[in-house]
């Protein structure tokens, strides 16, 4: 500018106590868009009310702050005057312009190589083509006011400001420029003595897409939707619910694959189907989960075994899973998102969270959410029935099986003898009962009254064979957040899976964090 170059060093300027670097750029940067008590948006601008030299911006989220540099004036020190409002000062007047042989500086022509020091802040060269370089001391920035500031004096070029107090804050003394964070909720930072907080707000809309549940973790101050914990039930003579939904039912009577971990091979489950009361239907008699080069046996009558020894529950291998009698039900839980519910009886159920998506299989589905496909068997054959699907996951030679698979006759008792059929679809209209009204809003009740109807044929005098379908309905539902009260007379074991003296309820909403 007027014949001078100015070169000077980037002044950056950082509020916060823990500047990231930024690759590719000269400042650093301050995380988030919050400066003393307001929170700018992507690409806004704006001064430090202290320094109009010094402009920030918003972007990607960070603060970046940098200071203008202003270029040395090439007029008389009383011809230098500072605009109101704008960072650098201005020379007063008019130039007559004429070819000296040197540099023309103010009032004087500097020869070819001479140095010079127009002021205290600036070193000047005479260069070619009479043009001055000079290089200056550039100033920080001054995040103080004016009262703020030390006094110069005549061997320093830039004002500094005064040392910044500290903060106190609940009994806790913090820096300048300090950041913390009181709870997960809330952001402060010290600002020369003054505690400015910022409080995270949360989304008013507490809802989530159907597949989907709000949680609310400790490290997090806003709950968020995630996926669902998928669910494999397994009830009745036998029927199948899988991870995605498919219901289907299958009397095969030998050793099965339930569920596997078919990529990483973290753990599998098999079942042993027996017949039941008729050569017609089976059931589930037993399953054993191998977890943790552990093999854990769920038998008749809630009986644990271990590496094939007893269990007493609760039985619990650290860090691995544990298992707990929970009223009537059997629960193992394992630290790698696998869990099993048992009665003793038949009824399962295997869950599973979001991590084994896309990577299981065996008569519980693939669970990748798309339930058409989950009739894909172990040899990659898309079968159309369950049964032939059923018998594609059949492991151990054909001695474990009570009766061979060409040899089992799939009819309904209910075919030839109508009492047992009437006396089975009176039982399984409990379905339609006011108490399964809001359930039946969200789950097809068609599927578990079929599977309810099947099991009644089946079931000899003095037993209620509705029991498994109706728990796994309700099991449904309670994971639909829907409370059911079903009719204690029902006399169904298991229903009712507290622990004695509790009570089990329906999820609420999640209160946000205050």
Known sequence: QAGVVTVSKVQCFTYCYNSLPVPGQCCPVCQGCYFRGKTYNESETFKLPTDVCTTCVCKNGNIAC?????????????????????????????????DPKGCLFADRVYN?????????????????????????????????????????????CCMKCKEKKDCTFEGTSYKH??????NVCMQCTCDNGVTYCQREKCSNSLWCPQGFKLLLTEAECCP?????????????????????G???????????????????????????????????????????????????????????????????????????????????????????????TWDGDSFLEVTVTTKYKHKLCGLCGNYNGIKSDDLIGQDGTMYMTGDDYGHSWRVGSSRACQLK?????????????????????????IFYSREFSKCR?????????????????????GRYC?????????????????????????????????????????????????
């Open 441 to 461: 809003q969200k789950i097809p009740a068609d599927d578990y009254v079929g599977s309810c109807i099947t099991d009644m044929c089946d079931c000899p005098d």
């Open 66 to 98: 940098e200071r203008e540099q202003c270029p040395v004036l090439n007029c008389k020190s009383d011809y230098i005057y500072q605009p109101k409002n704008e960072c650098c000062p201005k020379c007063r007047g008019t130039r007559t312009v004429f």
């Open 246 to 340: 498919l219901m289907y039912s299958f009397q095969g009577t030998c050793k099965y694959v339930l569920a596997q971990d078919c990529s990483n091979k973290d753990f599998l489950i098999k079942v042993r189907n027996g017949v039941r009361f008729t050569s017609g239907y089976a059931w589930t008699q037993m399953l054993v989960v191998f977890v943790y080069k552990h093999r854990i046996s769920m038998l008749q009558k809630s009986v644990v075994k271990v590496d094939k020894h007893r269990a007493v529950l609760p039985y619990t291998q650290p860090g691995k899973f544990s298992i707990i009698k929970d009223g009537e039900l059997v629960r193992m839980k394992t630290n790698l998102g696998l869990e099993v």
């Open 466 to 514: 509705a029991c498994e379908a109706i728990m796994a309905f309700i099991s449904q539902c309670s994971r639909s957040g829907i409370k059911v009260k079903w009719d204690k007379s029902l006399n169904c074991q298991g229903l009712d899976s507290c622990p004695a003296n509790s009570n089990r309820i329906a999820c609420g909403e999640i209160c946000e964090r205050t």
């Open 405 to 429: 698979p060409q040899f089992i006759e799939v009819k309904s008792p209910c075919d030839k003898n109508p009492v047992a059929r009437q006396r089975s679809q009176s039982v399984c209209s």
């Open 224 to 244: 968020k939707c995630i996926e669902h914990e998928a669910v494999c039930s397994v009830f009745g003579d036998p029927h199948y619910r899988t991870f995605d």
């Open 112 to 156: 070819k190589d001479e140095r010079f020091t127009p002021h205290q802040c600036a070193k000047c060269l005479c260069r070619r083509r009479r043009t001055a370089v000079c290089e200056t001391e550039t100033c920080p920035s001054l995040d103080c006011l004016a009262e703020d500031r030390l006094p110069m004096n005549s061997s320093s």
């Open 177 to 182: 420029s300090e950041e913390w964070r009181p």
